[in-house]
C-alpha cells in the first residue's frame, strides 16, 4: 500500500523523535550505589525509551573519571566527590540530591564459624582472630577502605591487621571470602547484602560505624538534563526505597 507523501514525512518525523528520545543516559555509579541502579533500570528504561549506561566503581574511582573528562549523565558519588566535581563545572549543583546512607558490615563464608561483632570487644577480637581480613583498598578511593584504615589505626590495632589484609581495588570485597583468600569480609552493607555463599554478620558496632550518604547529581555536559533529572527523581522514589532498605541501605 502506497502512502501520500505527506504521511510518510509525518512518519519519518516520527522514527526520528523516537530515535532520539531513545538515546542512551550514561550513569557513573560509586559501587555502595550501583545495584540500586541497576534495579531501577528496565521500569526506567520502559518508561522512558532510554538505555542506562551504568559504570560503577569506587566513589574515589568514579570522582577521578569524571574529573578527568569521562562523559556522563547522572553521577552518584559522596557529597565531597559531588562537591569537588561541582567546583570543576562538571556537574550542575542545582540538581544535587539525596539518594541513601550507606554503614559499613561484616560477613564470612557460608558454612564457616560465625564471629559475634554486636560490641566494640567482640568486633576487636573477630579481627584478631581472622585469618586474613577483605577489605576496600584505601589507594582506590573506596569509601569504606579510607574509613577502616582510620579506624584500625585508632583502635591500636593496625599493625596486627596489616599483615592479614586482602585490599581489593574495588568490586564486592565478599568474592574474597568465596575464592577463599580471606575468612573476614568488611565492607558496606549494600555490597555485602545478597552475594551468593556469604553469610552477613552484621554491622559494625555503635561506636565503631561509619555512614557514607551517597548523592546524585546531572552532568553540566549532559544532553538530555530532563531526562538525567527523572532518573534522579526514580532512584528517590518509593519502589527504589524499598530496594535500598533490603539492601543495607538507610533513608538520607
Known amino acids: 500500500m502506497a502512502f501520500p507523501h505527506r504521511v510518510l514525512l509525518a512518519l519519518a518525523g516520527v522514527s526520528l523523535a523516537t530515535s532520539t528520545l531513545a538515546a542512551d543516559l550514561r550513569v557513573l555509579a560509586s559501587g555502595a550505589t550501583k545495584a540500586l541502579v541497576d534495579a531501577s533500570a528496565a521500569e526506567f528504561e520502559r518508561r522512558t525509551g532510554h538505555r542506562l549506561v551504568v559504570e560503577g566503581g569506587t566513589a574515589g574511582a568514579v570522582t577521578r573519571l569524571a574529573l578527568a573528562g569521562e562523559a556522563f549523565d547522572v553521577v552518584i558519588v559522596t557529597q565531597d566527590g559531588v562537591d569537588a566535581l561541582a567546583r570543576q563545572g562538571k556537574v550542575d549543583p542545582r540538581s544535587v540530591q539525596p539518594l541513601a546512607r ?56 593496625a599493625d596486627r591487621i596489616r599483615p592479614k589484609a586482602v585490599l581489593v581495588d574495588g568490586g564486592l570485597v565478599a568474592d574474597r571470602l568465596v575464592d577463599g583468600r580471606a575468612d573476614l569480609a ?21 561506636e565503631f560505624q561509619h555512614f557514607t550518604t551517597y548523592v546524585a547529581a546531572v552532568g553540566q555536559a549532559s544532553t538530555d538534563k530532563a531526562a538525567a533529572r527523572a532518573l534522579i527523581e526514580q532512584l528517590q522514589g518509593a519502589p527504589a526505597r524499598r530496594f535500598a532498605a533490603e539492601h543495607g541501605m538507610q533513608a538520607p
Open 186 to 206: 568488611l565492607q558496606q552493607m549494600s555490597e555485602l547484602v545478597g552475594v551468593p555463599g556469604v553469610v552477613v554478620l552484621g554491622t559494625l558496632p555503635p
Open 102 to 157: 550507606v554503614g559499613i558490615g561484616a560477613a564470612v563464608r557460608q558454612g564457616a564459624p560465625t564471629p559475634k561483632i554486636a560490641t566494640a570487644d567482640e568486633f576487636r577480637q573477630a579481627l584478631l582472630d581472622a585469618r586474613a581480613i577483605a577489605y576496600i583498598d584505601p589507594a582506590a578511593g573506596g569509601s569504606s577502605g579510607i574509613y577502616l584504615s582510620q579506624l584500625f589505626e585508632r583502635m591500636g590495632i
